[in-house]
T-cell receptor
Framework: GENVEQHPSTLSVQEGDSAVIKCTYS??????FPWYKQELGKRPQLIID?????GEKKDQRIAVTLNKTAKHFSLHITETQPEDSAVYFC????????????FGKGTRLHILP | ETGVTQTPRHLVMGMTNKKSLKCEQH?????MYWYKQSAKKPLELMFV???????ENNSVPSRFSPECPNSSHLFLHLHTLQPEDSALYLC?????????????FGPGTRLTVT
């Protein structure tokens, strides 16, 4: 089955600098890669996703890149702000009604003042 | 945010108790999920229901029993739990359960087993 590894588990970044979180997946058939953000005490919420027919996707300060050959994808946050402090989860799944989504273990991002 | 609601928000129960968690979604979705979130295994998928049919049981112990009476409601019945079952239980829904659907999470039920 699919296995998703996420690194680092904790990341501290100076406000204004960039943050990068990396994930690898094992099932080459996976074709959908969402990223969820979970603020302290709140529910996870989708912030960006990418499908396997695209190599990069950007939405304002966040971007995701996908390398299908290497089976890894990354989340990039530029010009970090205090409100970016949260736990970020990557996930991978493949198209199919009964296929399940597998989440990484999460990265706790701290934005330092 | 009222798309996916969960009750109760907090629950403390003894190992011999029987309780139920409730989830309701108001998004017109057809798939619903139960996740367990703990320090050891964040966002661990437990059950998936597609169009009211259980399509996934991720090796969950039988002391957890899901029920999906319709596509808007999902229950998790709990009995004879163990202290290690203490965790945040998150419900989620998506349009039709195919991968490529955004999952909308509820606020969770913080469960403590004493």
């Amino acid at each position: 089955g699919e296995n998703v590894e996420q690194h680092p588990s904790t990341l501290s970044v100076q406000e204004g600098d960039s943050a990068v979180i990396k994930c690898t997946y094992s099932d080459s058939a996976s074709n959908y890669f969402p990223w969820y953000k979970q603020e302290l005490g709140k529910r996870p919420q989708l912030i960006i996703d990418i499908r396997s027919n695209v190599g990069e996707k950007k939405d304002q300060r966040i971007a995701v890149t996908l390398n299908k050959t290497a089976k890894h994808f990354s989340l990039h946050i530029t010009e970090t702000q205090p409100e970016d402090s949260a736990v970020y989860f990557c996930a991978a799944s493949k198209r199919g009604r009964d296929d399940k989504i597998i989440f990484g273990k999460g990265t706790r991002l701290h934005i330092l003042p | 945010e009222t798309g996916v609601t969960q009750t109760p928000r907090h629950l403390v129960m003894g190992m011999t108790n029987k309780k139920s968690l409730k989830c309701e979604q108001h998004l017109g979705h057809n798939a619903m999920y139960w996740y367990k979130q703990s320090a050891k295994k964040p966002l661990e998928l437990m059950f998936v229901y597609n169009f009211k049919e259980q399509t996934e049981n991720n090796s969950v112990p039988s002391r957890f029993s899901p029920e999906c009476p319709n596509s808007s409601h999902l229950f998790l019945h709990l009995h004879t739990l163990q202290p290690e079952d203490s965790a945040l239980y998150l419900c989620a829904s998506s349009q039709d359960g195919t991968s490529g659907d955004e999952q909308y999470f509820g606020p969770g039920t913080r469960l403590t087993v004493t």
